[in-house]
C-alpha cells in the first residue's frame, strides 16, 4: 500500500516538472533579443570657420566666421549635405593701413561619403555646389557660382554627440572690387582654403 502511494506522488512530480523541463532544452537563439534602437538618419553641425579670401586684393588673408550644416544619411555610408556660413572677421596682413571691410558668406550643397577610421574615429569626403558671396567691397556682380571638395575625420563622443574638423578648397568667379562696363565686369577665379571644427549631433 505504501509502495503504490509513493509511486503515485513520484509520477505526479514527474507530470508537473516535465514542462520545465522541456523549456530548458529551447533554443536560446530563437528567443527574441531586446529591441535595438532605430538608426539615426539625420545629422546636424556648427562651428568655427576659417576662409581664405583671394578674391579681394590688398585686404586680410584671412576670415574667421562659422557654419552650419545638414546631412541626411542614407544608407551606411552616404550622405546629402547643405551648408552655410558666413565669415567676416578679419586675420592677418595687419600691417595695412586700410584692408577695408570684406566678408563672404555661401550656400552649398553636395554628397558625402562617411567611413570609419579606427574606433571611435571615423572620416568623410565630400563634394559641394552652390554660390558665394562677396561683400563689403563693391564688387560687382558680388555673388558666382562656387563648387568645391573637402574631408575631415570625426571623433563620436557617444551614438548622439560627435566632434568633426574637415577642411576644403572652394572656387568662385569674381570681378575685381570697383569694376565698371568699360573692363566688361571681367571675372577672376580664385580657390579658397577653408577650415572648421565644431560639434556634429545626430537624430
Known amino acids: 500500500m505504501t509502495s503504490k502511494i509513493l509511486l503515485r506522488i513520484l509520477a505526479v512530480a514527474a507530470a508537473a516538472l516535465a514542462p520545465l523541463a522541456a523549456a530548458a532544452q529551447v533554443n536560446s537563439d530563437s528567443a527574441p533579443g531586446p529591441l535595438q534602437a532605430a538608426p539615426l538618419k539625420y545629422e546636424a553641425y556648427v562651428g568655427l570657420a576659417y576662409s581664405r579670401i583671394r578674391q579681394v586684393p590688398v585686404t ?28 567676416k572677421m578679419g586675420t592677418g596682413h595687419s600691417y595695412l593701413t586700410n584692408p577695408g571691410s570684406p566678408s563672404i558668406y555661401s550656400f552649398l550643397v553636395g554628397p558625402g561619403v562617411r ?30 557660382f562656387a563648387g568645391g571638395f573637402g574631408g575631415g575625420l570625426t571623433y563620436n563622443l557617444n551614438r548622439r554627440f560627435a566632434l568633426q574638423l574637415t577642411g576644403d578648397r572652394v572656387a568662385a568667379s569674381f570681378s575685381l572690387p570697383s569694376n565698371s562696363p568699360q573692363v566688361a565686369y571681367s571675372t577672376h577665379r580664385t580657390w579658397d582654403a577653408r577650415g572648421t571644427g565644431g560639434l556634429v549631433v545626430h537624430f
Open 60 to 87: 586680410y588673408s584671412g576670415l574667421i566666421g562659422g557654419k552650419v550644416s545638414l546631412a541626411r544619411d542614407w544608407g551606411k555610408y552616404f550622405q546629402l549635405l547643405a551648408s552655410g556660413d558666413y565669415y
Open 115 to 144: 567611413f570609419p577610421v579606427y574606433g571611435r574615429l571615423g572620416g568623410v569626403l565630400f563634394t559641394e555646389l552652390g554660390l558665394e558671396h562677396t561683400g563689403g567691397e563693391s564688387m560687382t556682380p558680388n555673388i558666382s
